[in-house]
């Protein structure tokens, strides 16, 4: 099937499932096959043309999508999803259970547990591209357990976002987010609390309660 499993790949082949024209521990720039460890947890789930580099560490269950990239330096948890078209540069720090949809940018970016993000957020984390200091000035966004993040939200360096937060479709985040917050709009902009929401169709007393189950 044109897969490529490179020399250092810890994996296990007899429960999870490598579609085709996958690659597994592909060699960062300047380093030799098998020169670093790619750990991929056990019921793994690639699609095919998905690209995953050696130097990372991945959780039991990781679900991609299609022609997914997933770089060196990456430590994801348990059960994440990657969706199709998404990339993780390098540098980031996934919970567990979350959830990144297709589309999707990261790069020295940490989600907490639980975090959901939405088709084609971009996390963006160089204040001024390019700046050669990048990784001592503000650094890539950290998000709190429980977040949503809307479809197509941009979110800027150093900006830290709290727990159980919920960011609108489109928004772009400049500054920090207290816990418990809606924001949305460009500049994103607190707008209400989390307990002020309403469930439109009824079903719920209002949205995300079941969170706190």
């Known amino acids: 099937m044109n897969t490529v499993i490179y020399p250092g790949v810890q994996w296990h082949p007899d429960d999870s499932t490598i579609g085709p024209f996958v690659i597994l521990g592909e060699p960062p720039r300047q380093t030799k096959p ?5 750990i991929l947890g056990n019921q793994a789930t690639i699609r ?5 580099y050696a130097g990372s560490t991945l959780g039991h269950r ?3 999508g299609h022609s997914v990239m997933i770089r060196e330096d990456n430590q994801l948890g348990d059960d994440v999803s990657v969706g199709t078209s998404s990339v993780l540069e390098y540098g980031n720090k996934i919970g567990d259970r979350c959830r990144i ?4 940018f990261l790069e020295w970016v940490t989600l907490g547990h639980d975090v959901f993000v939405g088709p084609n957020v971009v996390f963006t984390d160089d204040p001024h591209p390019i700046c050669p200091k990048y990784k001592e000035c503000v650094g890539g966004p950290v998000i709190g357990a429980f977040t949503r993040i809307g479809a197509n939200s941009t979110i ?3 900006v830290k976002i709290g727990e159980h937060c919920l960011i609108g479709a489109g928004s772009v ?3 920090d987010v207290p816990d418990h917050s809606v924001v949305a709009g460009n500049p994103a902009k607190v707008i209400k609390q989390i307990t002020e929401l309403e469930c439109k169709t009824g079903i719920y007393e ?4 079941w969170l706190e189950e």
């Open 101 to 104: 949809h297709s589309g999707c």
């Open 173 to 175: 985040v400049t500054q």
């Open 34 to 38: 098998g020169e670093r460890t790619l």
């Open 206 to 209: 209002r949205p995300y309660i």
């Open 62 to 64: 990781l679900n991609t």
């Open 48 to 52: 095919s043309f998905t690209t995953i």
């Open 156 to 158: 800027l360096p150093g």
